[in-house]
């Protein structure tokens, strides 16, 4: 399989009006989030069912993928990746793959696409030391993908590192941080809200309002005005 063919392919799907949207969609302008990331307009489908075509590419050879500056191609590595991942049976090497690469999981999709279908899903049952480094690192991406990388515990009603790598976040200035652990914290909420209650009745007055929004969400109207308005 011909890592140029598979570039040809979604190149021959661009769609350059859609491009533009993209482009202001994933903040690409300078000193924004995704500075440099070069759009085509594809679809999600579109590059799923091309990739899919492609999944027998080499691990070596996928790294020349991800590294690429156009979105989709990187979108089409992860997709790869995580094909890979499923029918490996040697998980360990793709997921050293992924961590040497999180430099290139460079946008929220990206991550959001790849950390706990991955990361996640091998530290079920394996030492979870990586996710306290890379949520002290100074890559906005990589701390995402450590709070991101926690879904797949959520998942198994295993909530413990959620609310651990939360805390050390709740002061982060960034939105896309602020969005993260306001999504898994509410996804502690729909298994079990005791715990989430928990958790925010001793931080939610200090964390970011959309960190607030996002764990609230699905709060009835009265209790969800109340922890806005700071009354609970």
């Avoid at 533009?20 to 069912?49: C, H, N, P, Q, V």
């Avoid at 009603?157 to 509410?186: C, Y």
């Avoid at 709060?219 to 009354?231: A, D, M, P, V």
Wanted: glycine share 4%.
């Amino acid at each position: 399989m011909s890592i140029e063919k598979l570039k040809q392919e979604l190149y021959s799907k661009s769609n350059p009006e859609k491009a533009e949207l993209e482009k202001r969609f994933f903040k690409t302008g300078k000193g924004e989030y995704g500075e440099g990331a070069i759009f085509l307009g594809l679809t999600s489908k579109e590059i799923k069912d091309i990739s899919r075509k492609y999944e027998d590419i080499k691990l070596e050879f996928l790294g020349e993928l991800i590294k690429d500056k156009i979105h989709p191609f990187r979108v089409s590595a992860l997709r790869i990746l995580n094909s890979k991942y499923k029918k490996s049976k040697n998980k360990k090497e793709i997921i050293d793959f992924y961590l040497a690469n999180t430099k290139n999981v460079n946008n929220w999709d990206l991550v959001d696409m790849s950390a706990y279908n991955l990361l996640g899903d091998f530290l079920i049952e394996n030492k979870r030391d990586i996710l306290y480094d890379l949520v002290k690192s100074e890559n906005l991406w990589e701390k995402r993908i450590a709070i991101i990388s926690t879904y797949a515990f959520i998942k198994n009603n295993d909530f413990e590192d959620t609310l651990k790598i939360s805390e050390i976040l709740i002061n982060d200035t960034h939105d896309l941080i602020h969005k993260a652990v306001g999504w898994m914290l509410r996804e502690i909420g729909n298994r079990n809200l005791e715990i989430e209650e928990k958790f925010l009745q001793k931080y939610y007055k200090q964390m970011p309002r959309t960190m607030l929004r996002y764990a609230i969400e699905k709060f009835e109207e009265t209790k969800r005005k109340k922890y806005l308005r700071g009354e609970i």
